[in-house]
């Protein structure tokens, strides 16, 4: 069975700062996995994905991941916080079919002035 | 820019009534899905639905749940008979192919009294 642990319900940074948002996978076949950013009232919308090809992803906004394998990270990345990026933030990890996406419990990023 | 659009924004509804949620996914997309969210907690995948049929479903999309395309254009949450658990942000999301991203709608939040 696929889950998704993303460590830290809440992550705060000042503005300019790096932001690292942390998740963590288990899946028993290659993954597929995917960033999602959620602001108020609103739906998903993708930051990024790994599908299998390169292991460093460009996103956008600026932002990036990492899947390292041994590890089963694909951690969230960017160099400088803007007060924009404040928002929560969903790991999710779907089978090859793309039939079931599980998303984890998410992140809350704080960007203080 | 194509988007998947739900309908109604908000539903209120009393315990025991049957609820239909609307949405139109993008109009060349394949694959379809619902997923739930109660207020400040997780994204949850309920079902996703493929050449005219559940293709997965969790365990919380039980017998009051259904899914329909009647039309084409239309992919329909239905629940039966409501409970007071099942008030909840609902997202349709569509996709292409099932490795490619998810586009998901704005949500229909729905309300059990």
């Known amino acids: 069975a696929q889950s998704v642990t993303q460590l830290g319900s809440h992550v705060s940074v000042s503005e300019g700062a790096l932001v690292l948002l942390r998740c963590n996978y288990s899946?028993?076949?290659?993954?597929?996995l995917f960033w999602y950013v959620q602001y108020p009232n609103q739906g998903l919308q993708l930051l990024l994905k790994?599908?299998?090809?390169?292991?460093l992803v460009k996103g956008i906004n600026g932002f990036e991941a990492e899947f390292k394998k041994s590890e089963t990270s694909f951690h969230l990345t960017k160099p400088s916080a803007h007060m924009s990026d404040a928002a929560e933030y969903f790991c999710a990890v779907s089978d090859a079919g793309g039939f079931k996406t599980i998303f984890g419990a998410g992140t809350r990023l704080f960007v203080k002035a | 820019e194509p988007e998947v659009t739900q309908t109604p924004s908000h539903q209120v509804t009393q315990m025991g009534q049957e609820v239909i949620l609307r949405c139109v996914p993008i109009?060349?997309?394949?694959?379809f899905y619902w997923y739930r969210q109660i207020l400040g907690q997780k994204v949850e995948f309920l079902v996703s639905f493929y050449n005219n049929e559940i293709s997965e479903k969790s365990e919380i999309f039980d017998d009051q749940f259904s899914v329909e395309r009647p039309d084409g254009s239309n992919f329909t949450l239905k629940i039966r008979s409501t409970k007071l658990e099942d008030s909840a942000m609902y997202f349709c999301a569509s996709t292409w192919s099932g490795t490619y991203e998810q586009y998901f709608g704005p949500g229909t939040r729905l309300t059990v009294t």
């Open positions: 109009s060349n997309h394949l694959y």
């Open positions: 790994y599908t299998s090809a390169a292991t």
């Open positions: 899946s028993s076949v290659p993954p597929y």
